[in-house]
């Protein structure tokens, strides 16, 4: 089973940026589409953005513009630029591997939280 490890969370002002990564055990990282989802209090989880194998990347219209996620398949890692942050954008962050119908393929890490507040 993969292991995700979540890091790069913190507390931003609203307009700060942050960089997250996540690190995945296991060789054939490079075989899938991956994502990042977030999860604000009292709400569902979100998609936010996701790669695919070709680095085709889709966005979360609430962040189209101010995100941007990259991978690096030689560290198994994928990154999510966030810029312009928003206090609506305060949330557990976690990334995943996913399938073409949204289905998640490997157990949830335990993600970083990330707090945008002045």
């Known amino acids: 089973q993969v292991q995700l490890v979540e890091s790069g969370g913190g507390l931003v002002q609203p307009g700060g940026s942050l960089r997250l990564s996540c690190a995945a055990s296991?060789?054939?990282?490079?075989?899938?589409?991956m994502a990042w989802y977030r999860q604000a209090p009292g709400k569902q989880r979100e998609l936010v953005a996701k790669i695919t194998r070709s680095r085709s990347t889709n966005y979360a219209d609430s962040v189209k513009g101010r995100f941007t996620i990259s991978r690096d398949n030689a560290k198994n890692t994928v990154y999510l630029q966030m810029n312009s942050l928003k206090p609506e954008d305060t949330a557990v962050y976690y990334c995943?591997?996913?399938?073409?119908?949204?289905?998640?393929?490997?157990?949830w890490g335990q993600g970083t939280q990330v707090t945008v507040s002045s």
């Open positions: 296991g060789s054939i990282f490079s075989m899938y589409t």
């Open positions: 995943n591997a996913v399938t073409l119908g949204g289905n998640i393929y490997w157990n």
